[in-house]
């Protein structure tokens, strides 16, 4: 007799999650996973780094608070959480308005390719690394991701579609970059994934009405993780000072006006979810950023002034442009396309000129999720 196949929220081990997604391919749809696929500023990227470097990092300095940190997620307090139960609602994906239906399921893909991204990325660390410290941390990580990632595919089958998760671990495009730049973005998209996963979390608590679809109860638990995954990267920022200072701060700005536009962006692509949510996509990006800025002073010397004048039209010029840009390229009108870039461009300098609110950076970094 063949023994049960295990549910994905109950694996710990991020390959044998993976066989067991590879297992359930045959059912995978081709159209989701072409979307999963694709390459753009707004889509979720693979990521590859120096591995080496990664593993050279002493955790020391900072030793009293990652032994608590790897304790609290070697305890798994969320294994058995991301599986569907008694919660999980009936979805009525056939008499779901088409627009929000297309909308939602895009919103579906995405995140699972962003999940997943963590999950191949923490993985291939764990596997090439040496350091005790530094493997086993991104081994509970790809852990988390793995699960996240399977349980937002669960969601997606059930609508007759899923991403081939095995398949884009092989033909995916990998982007390098190097391991302080893994360190900022990853940092902020945990942070930033926690923040929007509480905000939609504490809003359909108040409104229940607007949750048109069970995963969302899911979204406490999952928010945890990414804050403990956050955690980790500010600590492992706080090994080396260098990266906090000087130049580096430059590209802290950088990374923090380029995730929290690309997220202006892309949540502007789907009004009919934000509506179906109750949600004002503009109301919930100044919701979101105000979180992760107050996140974010645990570690960054700066946070961005998102209540400047030019900040907000600085991201609605961004995102004209971009709409204007996908128009024209689907028309497949050359300079439309050249004078829409141009202007995407001149709305990212507009807002990365902006001056920063500089700060102290408390001794500890360590913060408790709070929202
Ligand atoms: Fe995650
Ligand atoms: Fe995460």
């Given at each position: 007799?063949?023994?049960?196949?295990?549910?994905?929220?109950?694996?710990?081990?991020?390959?044998?999650?993976?066989?067991?997604?590879?297992?359930?391919?045959?059912?995978?749809?081709?159209?989701?996973?072409?979307?999963?696929?694709?390459?753009?500023?707004?889509?979720?990227?693979?990521?590859?780094?120096?591995?080496?470097?990664?593993?050279?990092?002493?955790?020391?300095?900072?030793?009293?608070?990652?032994?608590?940190?790897?304790?609290?997620?070697?305890?798994?307090?969320?294994?058995?959480?991301?599986?569907?139960?008694?919660?999980?609602?009936?979805?009525?994906?056939?008499?779901?308005?088409?627009?929000?239906?297309?909308?939602?399921?895009?919103?579906?893909?995405?995140?699972?390719?962003?999940?997943?991204?963590?999950?191949?990325?923490?993985?291939?660390?764990?596997?090439?690394?040496?350091?005790?410290?530094?493997?086993?941390?991104?081994?509970?990580?790809?852990?988390?991701?793995?699960?996240?990632?399977?349980?937002?595919?669960?969601?997606?089958?059930?609508?007759?579609?899923?991403?081939?998760?095995?398949?884009?671990?092989?033909?995916?495009?990998?982007?390098?970059?190097?391991?302080?730049?893994?360190?900022?973005?990853?940092?902020?998209?945990?942070?930033?994934?926690?923040?929007?996963?509480?905000?939609?979390?504490?809003?359909?608590?108040?409104?229940?009405?607007?949750?048109?679809?069970?995963?969302?109860?899911?979204?406490?638990?999952?928010?945890?993780?990414?804050?403990?995954?956050?955690?980790?990267?500010?600590?492992?920022?706080?090994?080396?000072?260098?990266?906090?200072?000087?130049?580096?701060?430059?590209?802290?700005?950088?990374?923090?006006?380029?995730?929290?536009?690309?997220?202006?962006?892309?949540?502007?692509?789907?009004?009919?979810?934000?509506?179906?949510?109750?949600?004002?996509?503009?109301?919930?990006?100044?919701?979101?950023?105000?979180?992760?800025?107050?996140?974010?002073?645990?570690?960054?010397p700066i946070t961005l002034d998102i209540d400047h004048p030019r900040w907000q039209s600085g991201l609605?010029?961004?995102?004209?442009?971009?709409?204007?840009?996908?128009?024209?390229?689907?028309?497949?009108?050359?300079?439309?396309?050249?004078?829409?870039?141009?202007?995407?461009?001149?709305?990212?300098?507009?807002?990365?000129?902006?001056?920063?609110?500089?700060?102290?950076?408390?001794?500890?970094?360590?913060?408790?999720?709070?929202?």
């Amino acid at each position: 007799m063949n023994a049960p196949i295990k549910h994905t929220s109950e694996i710990t081990d991020a390959e044998e999650s993976l066989k067991v997604q590879e297992a359930q391919s045959v059912l995978d749809s081709t159209s989701a996973t072409e979307v999963a696929m694709q390459n753009t500023l707004l889509t979720p990227r693979f990521y590859t780094t120096d591995f080496d470097e990664m593993d050279a990092i002493d955790v020391s300095p900072v030793r009293e608070d990652w032994d608590k940190l790897i304790a609290q997620m070697v305890s798994d307090p969320n294994k058995g959480h991301f599986k569907k139960n008694e919660d999980w609602d009936h979805v009525d994906w056939d008499g779901m308005e088409p627009g929000l239906k297309k909308e939602f399921i895009d919103f579906l893909i995405s995140s699972c390719t962003a999940e997943f991204s963590g999950c191949v990325l923490y993985k291939e660390m764990k596997r090439r690394g040496n350091n005790k410290d530094i493997t086993q941390l991104f081994q509970l990580m790809a852990r988390d991701e793995a699960r996240h990632a399977g349980f937002i595919n669960d969601a997606l089958r059930e609508a007759g579609v899923a991403v081939n998760l095995g398949f884009l671990t092989q033909k995916k495009k990998y982007t390098y970059f190097r391991p302080k730049f893994i360190y900022y973005a990853t940092y902020l998209s945990e942070k930033i994934g926690y923040a929007r996963y509480i905000t939609i979390f504490r809003h359909l608590e108040k409104h229940p009405e607007h949750r048109f679809h069970p995963i969302f109860k899911w979204f406490q638990e999952w928010c945890n993780d990414e804050f403990s995954h956050g955690e980790a990267f500010a600590l492992l920022m706080k090994t080396d000072p260098k990266l906090t200072q000087g130049m580096n701060v430059y590209w802290i700005k950088f990374f923090l006006t380029a995730v929290y536009s690309t997220m202006y962006v892309r949540d502007h692509q789907r009004p009919a979810f934000h509506d179906a949510l109750g949600v004002d996509p503009d109301w919930y990006a100044h919701e979101v950023f105000t979180k992760t800025s107050k996140l974010s002073e645990q570690i960054f010397p700066i946070t961005l002034d998102i209540d400047h004048p030019r900040w907000q039209s600085g991201l609605e010029k961004m995102q004209k442009a971009n709409a204007d840009l996908a128009k024209a390229a689907e028309e497949g009108r050359f300079f439309a396309k050249i004078g829409a870039q141009v202007r995407a461009v001149s709305a990212f300098v507009s807002l990365i000129t902006i001056p920063a609110k500089k700060h102290q950076v408390p001794a500890s970094t360590r913060l408790e999720p709070a929202y």
